[in-house]
């Protein structure tokens, strides 16, 4: 559930926009009126933020997550974990360039994650056995890994990520024991689900549902996550010397993939839903080629505005993010509703 309670929203515009209390209100009231009562005061509320550039919602990235709610994207990542298993470290050279790198399979009690470990942060593993032992990183990268780990991610350090050992934190109480618990815990790639979709409210909806719903858009994330991928298969495209590489392909030029996160109002209450790929382009009606070229850092807020109150019908499977106590929707399908079936199901 996206929380962010009415009056705090309120406060904020007044803060930012000059009207007192009641003439938000008022406005609120106006848009939706203007809308039909298809979303929530909240909902909104929302809108008219964005109408007025009032931004409500501060990113995931500076907050500790549970390992279910990382997704592609995410920059200056903290999450906490116990080893399950690591590897040698390696040497590595690219032409002029060289360094180090290793990786470490997290779990919590989530999932499961594999952790990349690039030069500095290699070194760690070197004489040390971590297995069992549970770590903290912090400004780590969440990028698209080829079905290993969690949600079809994976996390890589960079040059101001920290890692620390067994740290002094409150969530090292819920990490499972590596022995009998971490060991059953599933990796996201284990099973496939089925793609049959039910149409809810989003009060309504649950935690692993496949749901869909018609709802208005409120909110856009104004960056868009753009990273290369195999022209044949689609899977995350990794340069290696003068190749690209996805695990089974090698290619000389990779094609580009993007993901866009939203927020949706059904009236009854707001979901946070992201947009991987051909959804994307739905959604923002541009292919991956022109977005790159007409937003190579962030999406315009005349473009945002554009796409606020347009309604549209996703289905995909419900995430709960307990680190926001919210439900996420990571969509699979997007389109326009078709009002004479709208009807029907009203009929019915």
Sequence with gaps: ???????????????????????????????????????SEEGAAHILANEMGVKLISGLESSRLSITNII???MNVSIIGRVINQSEVKEWSR???SGKIASLLLGDDTGKIRLVL???????LKNNNLTGKIIQ????????????????????????SKIELEPEH????????????????????ESKPSFSYIRKDIIESSENELNEFRAVIVQVFDRIVFFEVCPECRKRARKEENMWCCGEHKFQTPVYSMVVNAVVDDGTDTIRCSFFGNQAENLINMDVNSARAKFPEKITSEFINSLIGKEILVSGKINYNAQFDRKELQIRNISLPDYIKEAELLLN
């Design 118 to 124: 690039w030069n500095e942060t290699a070194d760690i």
């Design 72 to 74: 592609p994207g995410l």
């Design 95 to 97: 032409g002029e360039r």
């Design 1 to 39: 559930m996206f929380k962010i309670p009415l009056p705090e929203i309120i406060n904020k515009l007044q803060q930012h926009s000059g009207f007192d209390k009641q003439e938000i209100i008022v406005k609120i009231k106006q848009k939706m009126d203007e809308l039909s009562g298809l979303v």
């Design 170 to 189: 409150p969530d090292t109480t819920k990490i499972p024991l590596f022995d009998d618990e971490i060991s059953n815990l599933k990796q996201n790639n």
């Design 137 to 160: 990183i912090k400004y780590a990268v969440a990028k698209e890994s080829n079905g290993f780990g969690s949600n079809g991610v994976e996390l890589h350090t960079k040059s101001t």
